[in-house]
């Protein structure tokens, strides 16, 4: 009942979130802060995915199952790519998430509260988070054959 003031919410919310992100992204920052400074933003990226996601789930329930479940399966597919991300980074393969792609998915979930058009927008979500997920994978294969040919030559 209330989905145009949740999404000035989470507008709000997706904008201290960007803004914050910017700061963490800056160079040069003493004692370490950009490495906890990246570790909180990547955390509340997942943070603002749930609490938008999982209501939305709730609330859907009774209505629609289909939108229900999209709203879950886009925020599985949203955890899926973050953790490809910080796993394939923790294994040494090149790898990034762009603001673009992170205020996007911010912006789709922000578009939907305030227009209404929520099974279009979760649709979206969800093929842009399982893309994500699909184009990380992919990316880490492509490392993967690259460094196996030097390791023939030098092993």
Known sequence: DRRVLAGVVALLSG?????????ARRAGIPNGFVGRARFAERV???????????????VLRPGSKWDAVLAMVGLGSSYLASYQRARGESLGYAGSESMGYRKTKE??????????????????FAVLTAA????????????????RPAEKATG
């Open 132 to 147: 994500a997920s699909a184009v990380r994978a992919w990316n880490i294969v492509i490392q993967e054959r690259h460094a």
């Open 44 to 58: 509340l990226d997942v943070v603002f995915d749930a609490s938008i996601l999982v209501p939305l789930a709730w």
């Open 15 to 23: 904008a201290a979130l960007a803004a914050g992100s910017f700061q």
């Open 107 to 124: 912006a789709i979930l922000v578009l939907g509260l305030f227009s209404g058009w929520i099974a279009g927008t979760l649709w979206i």
